[in-house]
Nanobody, 117 residues
Framework: QVQLVESGGGLVQAGGSLRLSCAAS????????MRWYRQAPEKQRELVAT???????NYADSVKGRFTISRDNAKNTVYLQMNSLKAEDTAVYYC???????????WGQGTQVTVSS
């Protein structure tokens, strides 16, 4: 019953911008930290950004200053604004939550981001 649905991926040129959205259902959204991960082909999945229940944020060094994570608790949605995109940002981006209720780890289906030169 828990679902995380990502959207907003696509093909953009280097230097461009894209905003990803993750709509959550089946969880008490406001009490959970939310995270964005990404995974490129044949590479390990990496943590990109975190936003806590108290709106504290943290970013991977590779995206700091370019990406911004935010949340809208009224819409049960977390966002990832990506600016100054680079070719190395190309990956499938996943929304993730370690839910307090119901207890468990939940992943979205992923959305493809491709950055071309």
């Amino acid at each position: 019953q828990v679902q995380l649905v990502e959207s907003g991926g696509g093909l953009v040129q280097a230097g461009g911008s894209l905003r990803l959205s993750c709509a959550a259902s089946g969880i008490i959204f406001g009490i959970n930290d939310m995270r964005w991960y990404r995974q490129a082909p044949e590479k390990q999945r990496e943590l990109v950004a975190t936003i806590t229940r108290d709106d504290n944020t943290n970013y991977a060094d590779s995206v700091k200053g370019r990406f911004t994570i935010s949340r809208d608790n009224a819409k049960n949605t977390v966002y990832l604004q990506m600016n100054s995109l680079k070719a190395e940002d190309t990956a499938v981006y996943y929304c993730y939550v370690e839910s307090l209720w119901p207890i468990g780890d939940y992943w979205g289906q992923g959305t493809q981001v491709t950055v071309s030169s």
